[in-house]
């Protein structure tokens, strides 16, 4: 795709197409100023990168290098996220009238894919660190007791690794599964990097999983919304795959993104494993030059274990500042208003950096200085007080299909009211987009303190009709 790109300017083609600006020209000159490479490489995948009817099998050839490189059967390239390729993946395996089993600390995306699909979850609940208030993966006895509760699902689907590096036992999960004959999607979109260095936690493709989704923008290097679905063995039905993503997807896919992925995976084939090498030793030096900062703790042991996760992608730098009295959120603003410095994810009492092969010495010395200036400022730093739920007050009992709470009839009360009320939409703090609140859900009071003083402390939640939480959409009476 890159070198069919660069053929086409090299060669002057130019299209009566779309796009209406033809590589810039036509654009305003103020947007040419800052996105003038963009549009010069925004042109038509068919006709335009290859001919009408695509002749030239450069996507197909593309996707196939893809697989190739990272051993799985088949891959498809989608340009609208993982936040498509899972929901492509879920119809696939359970579109119709079918049943998954789901990890309850899934992202927002998958939850959306039950909505649309009128699939059936059955619900997994990821382990609770009660101390940490950090949750961990699903582990393989709780699939196989859901299996055991549900045998006609028509497969399961697990998120790993989490937002936070931390993985479940894929392999573990994958056996219970295969042992019923059925597949197992893993959600991988933080996870484009494993199948490319040994030193990382093991991929979802070669721990036994039929289908796994990647988000090559997050922790590979392509633009946002770029990822990759991959499929092997004979659980999942290929044809009906690509068929589910067909409905969901544009029509019009970005080339850029297209061309990005491709030229990640050749970069991945030739130098992958150098690049990855240095980054896991950056990642090393910055996990131990953080750790020297008072008060905070870069967490590592406390996340693995029997009743934790299976194992951690350590570029996810997780620093816990409890002890300082600050919460995540304090952090992350300061560093971002004097420092211009932003970070992956905070929460009451967390931080994430998320470190890539694109970080060097230089990078690191700024992050560590960054926050080693915030601790040396930090006096007083007065969070205002957040209601933390219990693990068992944050497993609501789901009482309803998420379709069927979503459009059947609804009402807004105030949210005071909704103790006791089925929820009609989700609510979810951002990042890392696991929501709080799933439609078909009974909300209890825990989860509405919860929320409302984590918006008061600066948590925040985009998705609910009223992003203030004054009134909640709960399923009329
Ligand atoms: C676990 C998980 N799955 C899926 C997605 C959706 O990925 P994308 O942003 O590529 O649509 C995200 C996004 O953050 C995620 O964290």
């Known amino acids: 795709m890159l070198d069919a790109l660069a053929e086409y300017q090299r060669l002057g083609r130019y299209g009566f ?20 490479d963009a549009l010069r490489c925004d042109v038509l995948a068919t006709p335009g990168l290859d001919d009408r009817l695509a002749r030239g099998d450069r996507l ?37 009238d079918g049943g998954l089993i789901v990890g309850r600390d899934s992202h927002k995306s998958i939850v959306a894919g039950l909505v649309f699909s009128g699939v ?8 609770w660190d009660a101390e940490r208030h950090i949750s961990h993966p699903p582990s393989p006895e709780q699939v196989r007791e859901a299996w055991e509760r549900h045998p006609d699902a028509a497969g399961a689907l697990i998120v790993s690794p989490s937002p936070y590096g931390t993985c479940a036992d894929i392999s573990g999960i994958a056996e219970v599964c295969h042992e019923r004959g059925k597949p197992l999607i893993i959600d991988e979109a933080w996870g484009a990097h494993l199948p490319f260095h040994d030193d ?41 795959l690509k068929l589910c993503a067909d409905l969901l997807t544009t029509t019009s896919p970005n080339v850029l993104l297209y061309c990005a992925i491709d030229g990640w995976r050749r970069q991945m084939v030739e130098h992958g494993r150098e690049l990855l090498t240095a980054a896991l030793e950056n990642a090393a030096r910055a996990r ?6 008072p008060g905070i703790t870069v967490m590592e042991q406390e996340l693995l274990g029997v009743e934790a996760s299976h194992d951690l992608d350590r570029m996810q730098v997780l620093l816990d500042v409890s002890e300082t009295g ?18 992956g994810h905070s929460d009451h009492r967390r931080v994430l950096a998320t470190l890539s092969m694109a970080d060097d010495k230089t990078t690191i010395d700024t992050l560590v200085d960054a926050l080693a200036a915030w601790r040396v400022q930090l006096t007083d730093p007065r969070p205002p007080r957040m209601r933390l739920p219990e693990p068992r007050e944050l497993q609501l009992e789901s009482v309803l299909r998420p379709r069927d709470a979503f459009f059947g009839p609804t009402e807004a009360v105030p949210i005071e009211e909704t103790p006791g009320r089925i929820a009609a939409e989700q609510v979810t703090p951002y990042p890392p987009g696991i929501p709080v609140i799933v439609p078909g859900e009974l909300i209890d009071r825990a989860v509405i303190d919860y929320l409302r003083t984590g918006l008061a402390a600066g948590m925040n939640v985009p998705d609910p009709t009223d992003p203030e939480l004054n009134t909640l959409r709960v399923v009329a009476r």
């Open 17 to 36: 197409t779309p796009p209406g600006h033809r590589q810039g020209r036509g654009a305003d000159r103020r947007v040419r100023d800052v996105l003038g």
């Open 326 to 343: 600050a919460t995540g959120y304090q952090v992350v603003d300061w560093l971002r208003e004097n420092r211009r410095i932003d970070m």
């Open 60 to 96: 197909p050839e593309a996707e196939a290098l893809m697989a190739d490189a990272v051993g799985a059967q088949t891959a498809f390239f989608s340009t609208c996220g993982s936040s498509l390729s899972v929901k492509a993946a879920m119809l696939a395996v359970a579109g119709g």
């Open 200 to 240: 990382l936690p093991t991929w979802a493709m070669d721990a036994g999983a039929d289908i796994c989704v990647v988000s090559v923008h997050k922790m590979g290097a392509g633009f946002e919304q770029g990822s990759v679905f991959h499929v092997q063995g004979d659980l999942v039905d290929h044809g009906r």
């Open 120 to 127: 059936q979850p059955y619900w997994v609940a990821p382990r």
């Open 288 to 293: 131990t030059e953080l750790a020297r900062i």
